[in-house]
């Protein structure tokens, strides 16, 4: 089934809102047979949405619609829809109390401009909101059908879980299967390098790679299920140690399941990171069993006060050095009682950097037991790029010490 896709907002077009709405989208509906074949974005403009809609292609039947469905004036996706197909606004009394009801739990009273998202149509159907207030909406003609989603990406991903995609899979004639294959630590080229013999002749199985700077997704494609299985064997013989996980899961996902099998805590020291390693952490429900807490020792005097660091070992090797990062892991699994202890210091940059040190260099430690695995890397000189990539390198540490342990 071709999908289009349409995407609606001044701040995408000006490029204050990055829009990774479009590939959840895009890599959702691919798993029940579909596939986005034509995408616009497209500004707050009425004239503009309805000059879309008359230039969708003739083999796509079904579009699905992002923003414009909030309270405030820019917000002119439904009345556009409803012009354009037809259909005659109906104030719906019941949601509007729900929505009241809602605002009186949290002892706050619904602005009356909220009334259009109470606002449903003669014909077609809303969808349901369970994470927000604006319902969707869908509607058709003898074209097609339009489903429109708010643009706030978990009420969108609520709505396309929960409603349309079971749709489109039940409309879609030709499944596809889909496997994602998630990788970390190893560059595109080298991935491509080791499964070269096996990407020769993969047909009729379609074999992608989707880089990302944290690493890289290979994504399997095929109209029927063995051969997948197939391809996916041979793959994961040349590369598996750099797989952590199938589909759309992170990479601090599986470390936290891999830490509550074991029944393991962990704990970690971070200088450059700032807390980026423990907010990934605590970003999966239940990481209370797990990970025990974390110290932010961006200062000499907190890496000393609060995880023991010699004096000496700074003035000796610096802030940014195996001996402090090993020292930092030692500190953080004292302080906390923690199994684990994960430790990194580095050089994120602009600034701060020597001839000896440059922007990118960082030390990771991770202590276990007896275990002392200390490793220098030397990343990007882009600031939020290294301390992102800092903390993915720090998690898979633990990820792989757990799989060789």
């Known amino acids: 089934m071709n999908v289009g896709l349409i995407t609606i907002g001044n701040e995408l077009l000006s490029g204050f809102t990055t829009d990774t709405n479009s590939a959840w989208i895009g890599q959702s509906i691919l798993e029940v047979g ?39 004036h820019d917000d002119i996706t439904q009345k556009t829809l409803f012009e354009y197909f037809g259909v005659q606004p109906v104030f719906d009394e019941n949601y509007w109390n729900i929505l009241n009801a809602r605002m009186v739990k949290r002892v706050r009273v619904m602005p009356v401009i909220n009334k259009n998202q109470a606002i449903r149509p003669d014909k077609g159907s809303v969808i349901p909101n369970n994470s927000g207030s604006a319902r969707g909406l869908h509607l058709n003609n003898d074209r097609m059908d339009v489903f429109a989603m708010p643009g706030v990406p978990r009420e969108m991903k609520d709505m396309m879980s929960s409603t349309i995609i079971p749709w489109i899979h039940d409309k879609t004639k030709s499944k596809i299967y889909v496997r994602t294959l998630r990788t970390t630590g190893a560059m595109e080229s080298v991935l491509a390098e080791k499964m070269a013999d096996v990407t020769e002749d993969t047909r009729p199985v379609t074999v992608a790679f989707l880089p990302q700077f944290t690493g890289v997704d290979i994504r399997l494609m095929c109209p029927e299920k063995n051969p997948l299985i197939e391809i996916e064997g041979k793959i994961r013989d040349k590369v598996d140690k750099y797989i952590y996980a199938t589909g759309t899961v992170d990479l601090e996902e599986i470390v936290g399941d891999m830490l509550s099998e074991r029944g393991y805590t962990v704990a970690t020291a971070e200088s450059c990171t700032g807390g980026l390693i423990g907010h990934r952490l605590t970003n999966v429900p239940g990481s209370s069993t797990y990970f025990l807490g974390g110290v932010i020792s961006y200062s000499n005097d907190m890496k000393m006060k609060t995880l023991g660091v010699q004096e000496n070992t700074l003035q000796e090797f610096g802030a940014v050095s195996k001996q402090t990062a090993t020292e930092m892991a030692h500190g953080a699994r004292d302080f906390f009682g923690s199994d684990l202890a994960i430790a990194v210091t580095g050089i994120a940059g602009p600034g701060g950097c020597t001839a000896e040190k440059p922007v990118g260099l960082v030390y990771i430690t991770l202590v276990h037991n007896d275990t002392v695995w200390a490793k220098k890397f030397k990343f990007f000189t882009d600031r939020k790029l290294n301390n992102r990539l800092s903390s993915q390198v720090a998690l898979n540490m633990v990820r792989i010490h757990l799989l060789n342990g």
């Open 34 to 72: 579909a596939e986005i074949t034509w995408h616009v974005t497209i500004g707050d403009q009425a004239n503009k949405i309805t000059a879309v809609l008359d230039q969708i292609p003739e083999d796509i039947k079904v579009v699905l619609v992002t923003g414009g469905l909030g309270p405030t």
